[in-house]
Structures are given as structure tokens and as C-alpha cells.
């Protein structure tokens, strides 16, 4: 079993629609929890990341964190055509390594 | 102003080959990295280094050998290339202990024939 598990999709939802992604983990060590957006041929680019259980809001994005539940999400809202990319949770210890899932492609229908 | 530079973008090479890969970052972070992303998009880190140090090595052959001449630099040497060793190698720096705003370069997309 993976560490980190998120579900590939693809995924494509049409524009305006609110988009959930998420993320489920098996250690429960894990502290800090992120987002990254990537677009093709590109490097990862931060979203966001959290430290506690709860909600974190930025713009049109939320990020989740349930631990007891070792579950994180990330929520779009009024979702654009230019937020179609590959979106990658990440989590780790509190160390240097950062432990990435799979990746989840999502694609905005205009 | 690009934040993480990484040369080449680009490199196709023959099987044996030794190759180098450069990354310099302009922002003034202790701490940077080197992630692999295969075929499946899956990034794995490979090593991490912070004020020149190595402080991870994630169980990468040692035909990998990353170099960091000052901390705006990592470099990653990769001896007798293999086909198994096609993949994105991105450099990461972060500005924070624990790589939770690790800022990523562009990539370099080596491919082995």
C-alpha cells in the first residue's frame, strides 16, 4: 500500500463547476500537508499547504485536512478552463522529504 | 527572473553515457532538492541538500551523484546511463525547514535510447 493514494482520474467537470480532489494517507505522522498544480511540461507550482485539521481558504481554493480520518481535499471553486492540470497533494514529517501522490488530472470543459 | 533554473531542458542520450544536469535558484533558500518523475507522473525525491550538506539520499543508485558547489547551486551527475533512468528530474529549493513551500524548476526531461 502506497503511502499516499489519489485517485488518477482523469477528471473533467464543465466550467463554473465546484471540483474536489482528494488525498488519503496511511501514517498518521505525517504534519504538514500541501497542494501543487502542474501544467504540462512544467515544474509543480505550490498551491497551498496546511498544518492542522480544518479548512484553509485562498481565493477559489480550499484546502481540508481531516487526520482523524488521514484524508485531505482540496476544493476549486468557479472552476476555469485555465485551471485544467494535474493536481498533486504532498505531505511530510516535518523533514526535507516531501511524499507526493500520484497526481490526479483534471480538465475544465468551457 | 526565473526562480529554479535547470539546464537542459531537454537531454537524449545513449546508454553508457555520463551526463550532468545544473539548477541554480536566485532566492535565496538554504535548502534544495532533486525529484525524479517517472513515466506516471509519480515524483519521488532523490536527494535533498541544505547549506551544501546532503541530508537526504532516498536509496538512489550511486551512479547518481549530486554536487553543491555553494547553496544557490545543485548540481546532479549521473554516470553510465541506463534506460530505466528516463524520467523528469526536477530541482526544488524551499526557504523553510520541512519543504512545505518547496518551490520546483522547470525540469529537465532526460530520455535514454
Known amino acids: 500500500q502506497k503511502e499516499v493514494e489519489q485517485d488518477p482520474g482523469p477528471l473533467s467537470v464543465p466550467e463554473g463547476a465546484i471540483v474536489s480532489l482528494n488525498c488519503t494517507y496511511s501514517?498518521?505522522?505525517?504534519?504538514?500537508f500541501m497542494w501543487y498544480r502542474q501544467y504540462s511540461r512544467k515544474g509543480p507550482e505550490l498551491l497551498m499547504y496546511?498544518?492542522?485539521?480544518g479548512n484553509k481558504e485562498d481565493g477559489r481554493f480550499t484546502a481540508q485536512v481531516d487526520k482523524s480520518s488521514k484524508y485531505i481535499s482540496l476544493f476549486i471553486r468557479d472552476s476555469q478552463p485555465s485551471d485544467s492540470a494535474t493536481y498533486l497533494c504532498?505531505?511530510?514529517?516535518?523533514?526535507?522529504?516531501?511524499?507526493f501522490g500520484t497526481g490526479t488530472r483534471l480538465t475544465i470543459i468551457p | 527572473d526565473t526562480a529554479v533554473s535547470q539546464t537542459p531542458k531537454y537531454l537524449v542520450t545513449q546508454m553508457g553515457n555520463d551526463k550532468s544536469i545544473k539548477c541554480e535558484q536566485n532566492?535565496?533558500?538554504?535548502?534544495m532538492y532533486w525529484y525524479k518523475q517517472d513515466s506516471k507522473k509519480f515524483l519521488k525525491i532523490m536527494f535533498s541538500?541544505?547549506?551544501?550538506?546532503?541530508?537526504i539520499n532516498e536509496t538512489v543508485p550511486n551512479r547518481f551523484s549530486p554536487k553543491s558547489p555553494d547553496k544557490a547551486h545543485l548540481n546532479l551527475h549521473i554516470n553510465s546511463l541506463e534506460l530505466g533512468d528516463s524520467a523528469v528530474y526536477f530541482c526544488?529549493?524551499?526557504?523553510?525547514?520541512?519543504?512545505?513551500?518547496?518551490?520546483f524548476g522547470q525540469g529537465t526531461r532526460l530520455t535514454v535510447v
Open positions: 532566492l535565496g533558500h538554504d535548502t
Open positions: 501514517n498518521s505522522a505525517f504534519q504538514y
Open positions: 541538500y541544505n547549506n551544501k550538506e546532503l541530508i
Open positions: 504532498a505531505m511530510n514529517f516535518g523533514n526535507e522529504k516531501l511524499t
Open positions: 496546511t498544518y492542522s485539521s
Open positions: 526544488a529549493s524551499s526557504p523553510l525547514t520541512g519543504a512545505r513551500a518547496a518551490f
